[in-house]
């Protein structure tokens, strides 16, 4: 990236007076570096909200029925949605629900089997 840079400095044309700092503002490595961690940081900001967008997807989509593992580990299937919980049966013999907030969702499990 820096030696673009130097490239781009030196194809400058000649009639200009050097500056007395000594190079160009385009030759230092600090705009480089800088550039740089705009790219880095623009790229990581975009991967964060998508995988945000797509975790809050999910979570309006489920419904009752549903098979869902938590942050936690917990898997179970969901009795009931209410605007900010959700109400899993974690055990089919002893009929034992849990409630647990929508953020500690962390998947709906899907089968891989076609219905």
């Not at 200009?16 to 160009?24: H, L």
């Not at 945000?52 to 179970?76: A, K």
């Not at 959700?86 to 002893?94: A, F, I, M």
């Amino acid at each position: 990236m820096i030696a673009i840079w130097n490239l781009l400095a030196q194809a400058a044309p000649a009639s200009q007076p050097a500056r007395p700092g000594g190079g160009s503002l385009l030759s230092s490595p600090l705009i480089g570096i800088l550039l740089m961690v705009a790219v880095f940081y623009f790229i990581m900001m975009r991967g964060g909200r998508k995988d945000r967008r797509r975790h809050q997807e999910m979570l309006d989509s489920m419904q009752r029925n549903d098979r869902v593992q938590t942050i936690g580990g917990v898997i179970g299937t969901v009795v009931e949605v209410r605007e900010n919980e959700v109400v899993l049966k974690v055990d089919e013999t002893s009929n034992t629900k849990m409630r647990f907030s929508r953020g500690a969702i962390k998947e709906v499990i899907r089968d891989s089997s076609p219905e």
